[in-house]
């Protein structure tokens, strides 16, 4: 937790609290399901928590915003972008039920009142967001065809509604069809040797 508070030095005491509580949430609820992975859960504060606010590093969701986390998971990184953003609202969407059910006890567990999680396929969702975030889920344009119709026409923000990607190692072949992606490489705000090849691939709704 010393690794987020590093990198975020502006947090409230109760951002702080349920940032600190998470490793011990997801702790006993992965010994359930498998929420996230167990080969790397002895890092959690850096291989999930804070890679997934790479995402608030190089962008700010503004107050009312609307935002999907796209195959969720263990509720990530929407879990971690709530705390931060307590203002915006989070869908969390996840296609396997048990993940859903284990995430509603998280929030309820941490008094999230901005996260909602829905156990339903991303294209089959009839809302319209801001903005979709996504970690390792699949490629790109895989993606971009679930949400392509998913954004709202008016953007609440200083940028254009788009998608955010959490992406590691070279993605090259998979931005080639996205000649409007902005790539944010992250070892420029963390000096970590895992975010070497880290990143946040911005991609414009238009």
């Not at 080969?39 to 009312?64: E, M, N, R």
Request: net charge positive.
């Amino acid at each position: 937790m010393e690794l987020i508070k590093k990198y975020f030095p502006d947090l409230l005491n109760q951002q702080i609290y349920k940032l600190s509580s998470l490793k011990n949430l997801y702790g006993y609820w992965n010994t359930h399901v498998n929420l996230l992975s167990r080969k790397t859960f002895y890092d959690f504060y850096q291989q999930h928590v804070l890679f997934c606010l790479g995402i608030a590093k190089v962008f700010s969701f503004f107050p009312g915003s609307c935002v999907m986390d796209l195959g969720t998971g263990g509720g990530f990184p929407g879990i971690p972008l709530s705390i931060i953003f307590p203002h915006t609202e989070f869908i969390l969407v996840d296609s396997i039920r048990k993940k859903i059910k284990i995430i509603e006890k998280i929030i309820h567990n941490l008094h999230l009142k901005n996260v909602y999680p829905i156990w339903i396929r991303a294209e089959k969702l009839e809302k319209k967001f801001d903005f979709v975030v996504t970690r390792a889920v699949t490629k790109i344009d895989i993606i971009h065809n679930w949400i392509k119709n998913k954004f709202k026409c008016q953007s609440n923000s200083k940028i254009v509604n788009g998608s955010l990607y959490l992406k590691g190692g070279n993605i090259s072949e998979e931005i080639k069809k996205f000649p409007h992606a902005i790539e944010y490489p992250l070892n420029h705000y963390f000096e970590e040797p895992f975010f070497i090849n880290k990143k946040v691939i911005w991609i414009s709704n238009i």
